[in-house]
C-alpha cells in the first residue's frame, strides 16, 4: 500500500520592532535577566496593556507580502493557561479574528512548482523563559511581551522537501520585508511540525501529531522522516490507533527520533475571551496601504531584465538580504552588473569560510566596488585582481594601495609597451620573419613573450592592440 503525508506548519518568527507588543520595554537578546521588564510585562495587578503599532504595521507587510485578506479590525484574546514564564497565566493571542487571513506563497523543488495556502497569520506576544539549573528553576521574563507573529499554514505540504521549501521561502519573505531578523539559533524563526499519513488516494485526514520547537532545517527534515516513517510502521502493524495519537511529541536531536511529550490540548480547554482590557485593533486606511519592499523573487526578475544575468546568478544574488544589499550597493556605485555579479558571488563568497560570510565580510561594500572599477579601467588585470581581493582579507587598506604594495598597477602606457615589444621581435627575427610569410598563428607566441617580460602587468588589450601596428 502507498501513503502520502499531509504536513501543516505553524511558524512563529519574533517581529524586530524596537519595543514589546504592549509595553515601552526594549525587545533584547542575552541582555541580563529580567533587565528589560516593567509592570506590563511582569504581569503586576493593574497594569494596562496597549498595542505597539509597529507590530501591527509589520503583521500586515507580511500580509501583503502573501497577498492575504487583511482585516481591518481584529481581536486580542486571552488564552488560558498556567507556566512560570507567563505571569499573568494567560498569553495575549488572537484567535477568531487574525490580523491576516487567507494567503498562500509558491514553492519550488524538484517537487515541481507548488502554492502553498496560509491559513492566518495572528499576532501575540512571547512567554518568558524557565532556566533550570542544578536542583532549582530560575525566571526570566526578557522575552514575555516580544511580538510575534505566528504563521499557520493549510495542510498542503506533502514531503519534507516540500516543508523545508516553504520554510526557506517564508524566511526569505520575512527577511526582505525585514520584519523580523529571523535567526533561528536565537529562536526567533521556529517552526512546529503538524504531520499525518493517510492510505494514498483516500481525500479525509488521518491523526496529526505536532511536533514541537525545532529550530533548523536539518533537524525538520528529520523529524518529519522519522515521523512519517513511525506512522506508516504502526499503520502496517495493526497497531496505528494506539501508536499514533493526537499528541506534541518532542524531537531528540541525538537519537533523531521524537518522543511523546503531552496530549495535544483542544482549543476549547484554553477557555478563549476577548481581552477586556484591549480594544478591538483597527488598522487605519493608510497602515492598510503600504506599499512593501521588493521581495527576492521580483529582484530576480529585474536583475534578469536590467542587468542580464542569468536566473541562476540572479538566484545566488538574492540568497540573502545581505547579498541582494551588497549586489545593489555595487550596482548604484556604477560597477558593471557582469563583474559585479561574478566578483560578488564567486570570487568574494569563495573567500567567505567558516565563521565569515557577507554580514561579516573582511572585504566591505566599498572597497569591493573600488576593485570592480580598478578592472574595468583596467588599472589591473582581472588576474592581479585576485591577489588584491585576497591582500584585502588580510590587510585592512584602501585599495588603491593594495595595489601599489602588490605592484600590480597595469601598464597601458604606449612607451613602456612599444619598447619591449620592439626587443622581443628584435630577438626572434626568425619568428617575425615567418609570421610575415603567413604563419599567423605565431601572433600569440609574441603577446605571451611581450606578456612574460613585462611581469604580467601590461594591458593584455594593449599589447594586441601595439603589437599588430608593430608587424
Ligand atoms: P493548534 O493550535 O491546535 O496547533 P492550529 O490551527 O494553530 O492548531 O494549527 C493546526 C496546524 O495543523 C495547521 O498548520 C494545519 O494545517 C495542520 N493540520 C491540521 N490537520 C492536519 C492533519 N490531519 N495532518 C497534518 N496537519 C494538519
Ligand atoms: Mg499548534
Ligand atoms: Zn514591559
New binding site residues.
Partial sequence: MEFET?????VHTQLNTNTKIFCSCATSFGDSANANTCPVCLALPGALPVLNKEALQKAIYFGKAIKAKLNQVSIFNRKNYFYPDLPKAYQISQFDVAIVENGSLEIEGEFGKKTIGI?RAHLEEDAGKNIHENDYSKVDLNRAGTPLL?I?????IRSSDEAVAYLKKLHSIIRFLNISDANMQEGSFRC?V???IRPKGEEK????V?IKNLNSFKFIQKAIEYEKDRQIAAFKDGTYEKEVVQETRLFDTNKLITKAMRS????AEYRYFADPDLLPVFASDEMLNVSIPELADEKIQRYMQEYSIKEDDAKVLVSSLEMAQFFEYLIDNKCNPKLATTWLSVELMGLLKGELNITNSPVSKEQLADLIKAIESAEISNKAAKDVLAYLFENKVEVSKAIETLGLKQVSDDGAINEIIVKVLEQNKDKVEEYKAGKDKLFGFFVGQVMKEGKGAFNPAKVNELLKAKL
Avoid at 6 to 10: K, N, P, R
Avoid at 152 to 156: C, G, R
Avoid at 264 to 267: L, M, N, R, S, V
Wanted: aromatic fraction near 8%; charged fraction near 35%; glycine fraction near 4%.
Fill in positions: 499531509v504536513i501543516g506548519l505553524e491559513t505566528e499557520v499554514s493549510e495542510p498542503d512546529d503538524n504531520i499525518s485526514f488521518y491523526t496529526r505536532e495535544k490540548e483542544q482549543a
